[in-house]
């Protein structure tokens, strides 16, 4: 015979000084790792959205990111009349020659200046990226040393914003426009036109990478195979898609430091679910021993107090996502590793979070209710009912 669960939440509400307590201690140990796993969902989000999947990134052979790379203005017309690139309105193939470089900006709040991505690129560059739209102003004129901002540059950076001129390579710059690149690797960069680029960074020999866009998925896997196998070019291509995919890689310091305060944390958390349950083991002898002369057994007793165990580990995971509800696309910005620079992305909670959060909760709950269960159950019948 089963123990009722109203059994289990009437001792919960007796004992509420000391459920409060431990559900805190559990809130918080799932708050941190329900932070952790949402930076890495929005950092994820950041990088998996970006790219298109017809679109083929063209690098150096052995380059990792667009940083390191340098394609001679030789290879790119090459690649550009390559078979299964796709053409514009006026016939020309959609590819773009684009030159990357890092600068340093200071931020709006004081905080310190930041590595910054500029994309030097040709108005192809705008026909390869159709969901990223303007949301001020206008885009930059060929030839002009003018520049466009994504939103979050705009919103986070000093002499960011439309109108304002930023000063780097050989003489300053005016912000003429901000796009929209949503939650993308977009949402980092700051365009301008290529040639000037070019000239201002001495970089009038080589592109840091090409963009083309295939005519179909069969056509960009070929375009891609085809330069990668061709030793005269000495090239890696990649689908964009899975180019940005490689640079989460830039999220694992977040993700190892958080796991090992998320464990520590949770093995605390654990302790302290242990203690008030061996606390109510000891409170409530008497009525454990009652409950075996009514009739339950000592199996029906340990799954009562494991339930008990573990409805206080979910009452202290409600309290933990409760408090992490107001960070949920809170926007902010780690260091990434393969490009030098920061790249921005949105804390996300998402349903994947959650459902593992819950989890890591009902873990916590078994872990430190299975013990002071199994004490209860073995407990002496005669001697509980004299104490």
């Not at 409950?291 to 206080?312: C, D, Q």
Request: with cysteine; aromatic share 8%.
């Amino acid at each position: 015979m089963a123990i009722p669960i109203t059994y289990n939440v009437r001792n919960l509400r007796l004992r509420l000084g000391a459920t409060m307590m431990t559900a805190l201690g559990i809130a918080l140990t799932v708050a941190v790792a329900v932070f952790i796993m949402a930076l890495l969902a929005g950092l994820k989000k950041a990088f998996v959205s970006s790219g298109d999947p017809l679109n083929v990134l063209v690098l150096r052979k052995g380059s990792q990111a667009e940083l390191q790379s340098g394609v001679d203005r030789e290879s790119y017309q090459t690649i550009k009349y390559l078979p299964g690139i796709a053409k514009d309105k006026a016939g020309d193939p959609l590819a773009s020659g684009e030159v990357v470089v890092v600068i340093v900006i200071p931020r709006k709040d004081s905080s310190g200046e930041t590595n910054v991505t500029v994309r030097g690129m040709s108005p192809t560059g705008f026909e390869l990226r159709p969901g990223i739209k303007l949301a001020e102003g206008r885009w930059f004129h060929t030839g002009q040393r003018e520049i466009v901002v994504s939103k979050s540059v705009s919103s986070r950076f000093r002499n960011a914003a439309l109108g304002d001129e930023l000063f780097f390579g050989k003489g300053k710059w005016k912000v003429v426009g901000v796009f929209d690149a949503g939650e993308t690797a977009a949402s980092s960069e700051i365009w301008a036109d290529v040639n000037q680029m070019a000239s201002d960074f001495e970089r009038n020999a080589a592109f840091s990478s090409v963009l083309v866009h295939a005519t179909d998925s069969i056509a960009a896997q070929s375009l891609k195979n085809r330069m990668n196998d061709d030793q005269r070019l000495r090239l890696d291509a990649f689908m964009e898609p899975d180019y940005y995919g490689e640079q989460t890689k830039s999220g694992k310091p977040i993700q190892f430091v958080g796991t090992i305060v998320a464990f520590v944390m949770a093995i605390g958390s654990c302790f302290a679910a242990m203690n008030t349950m061996y606390a109510a083991v000891a409170y409530r002898s008497r009525e454990i021993a009652t409950l075996r002369i009514v009739g339950f057994s000592r199996p029906s007793i340990i799954t009562s107090f494991v339930i008990e165990s573990v409805l206080l580990a979910l009452l202290g995971a409600a309290l933990g996502l409760i408090l992490m509800l107001p960070f949920n696309g809170l926007t902010t910005g780690t260091a990434n590793s393969l490009t030098f620079s920061e790249t921005v992305f949105s804390v996300r909670i998402t349903f994947a979070v959650l459902v593992t959060a819950i989890g890591f909760a009902v873990a916590m709950g078994l872990f430190g209710g299975i013990a002071p269960a199994w004490h209860a159950s073995r407990g002496e019948i005669l001697a509980a009912l004299r104490d």
